[in-house]
T-cell receptor, first 114, second 112 residues
């Protein structure tokens, strides 16, 4: 089956620093990747959609200058949380799909900003 | 716009049957997913309905009525390990690809 990995699985950083999260599709080409955020006891909220080689499309209310997304290859997308603050602490989940496939989810990255 | 409603919590007994309902209003609707999510983990795929009707997969079945904007997930022979959140997600066309909008999830507690 299709596998999506995320790295790191958890990270603690200090307020004001930046954190990069990687999302990789291991055995298929991810023409589209998605980034979600999930706060405790809440559902997954789509942050942005990125097609390989194109700029990401951000959902309303998501600051594109704060959450930098790069999808430079068919197997890798990165999310960088810049100048992180405690309110950015959340569970970040990526998913990936090829043209005719469903979305396959990564295991998630738990970010804690102190 | 996209809107999905599902119950917040449900409790059922081990060995029983439980039905989790989901209603949606989705522009550009394509299909309906159900996912299972244990606390602190990513969602795992359970089912996908595009056409009206019932899809059966072992102990889990899912139903879709496109005209009513309604779906349900049916879990049979409940086991303790089925205690989890169940997410209903509608798939729609957007941003050059199919996207998902998730409901808030139904937390299912299976009791002995």
């Amino acid at each position: 089956g299709a596998v999506v990995s995320q790295h790191p699985s958890w990270v603690i950083c200090k307020s004001g620093t930046s954190v990069k999260i990687e999302c990789r599709s291991l055995d298929f080409q991810a023409t589209t990747m998605f980034w979600y955020r999930q706060f405790p006891k809440q559902s997954l909220m789509l942050m942005a959609t990125s097609n390989e080689g194109s700029k990401a499309t951000y959902e309303q209310g998501v600051e594109k200058d704060k959450f930098l997304i790069n999808h430079a290859s068919l197997t890798l997308s990165t999310l960088t949380v810049t100048s992180a603050h405690p309110e950015d602490s959340s569970f970040y989940i990526c998913s990936a799909r090829d043209i005719d496939t469903e979305q396959y989810f990564g295991p998630g990255t738990r970010l804690t900003v102190t | 716009g996209q809107n999905i409603d599902q119950p917040t919590e449900m409790t059922a007994t081990e060995g029983a049957i439980v039905q989790i309902n989901c209603t949606y209003q989705t522009s550009g609707f394509n299909g309906l997913f159900w996912y299972q999510q244990h606390a602190g983990e990513a969602p795992t795929f359970l089912s996908y309905n595009v056409l009206d009707g019932l899809e059966e997969k072992g102990r889990f079945s899912s139903f879709l009525s496109r005209s009513k904007g309604y779906s349900y997930l049916l879990l049979k022979e409940l086991q303790m390990k089925d205690s989890a959140s169940y997410l209903c997600a509608s798939e729609y066309s957007g941003a050059g690809s199919y996207q998902l909008t998730f409901g808030k999830g139904t937390k299912l507690s299976v009791i002995p």
